[in-house]
């Protein structure tokens, strides 16, 4: 099953799964070595090398067993895409798993 989609939050779901982080912690997340500009240059040049190959692996799985979900999602919303689409494949969908709050 293929999930392609962007999905906002709903009406009532008002607060983030997350709490804003403290500008001490942005300043250290944004001077990270990692992001130095001969750092970023490595690791592009090893994705663009890499990435042809990784796209060449998915491409090969069936794409009507595939659940695409996004990284990017807030994980009340990633649960919630999850257990629609899992419960399409007959799953024992009464186990009343909540997420972790």
């Not at 709903?10 to 500009?37: M, N, Q, S, Y």
């Not at 649960?79 to 399409?88: C, D, I, M, R």
Request: proline share 10%.
């Amino acid at each position: 099953m293929l999930i392609n989609c962007w999905l906002v939050q709903e009406p009532g779901d008002d607060a983030p799964d997350f709490e804003p982080l403290p500008p001490h912690i942005i300043k250290r997340l944004v001077t990270r070595p990692e992001d130095w500009p001969q750092n970023v240059t490595k690791d592009m040049a090893q994705y663009r090398e890499f990435m042809p190959l990784l796209q060449a692996f998915v491409d090969s799985f069936d794409r009507r067993r595939v659940l695409e979900i996004n990284a990017y999602w807030q994980p009340s919303i990633l649960y919630k895409v999850l257990h629609n689409n899992l419960s399409g494949y007959l799953l024992n969908t009464n186990l009343n798993i909540q997420p972790i709050s």
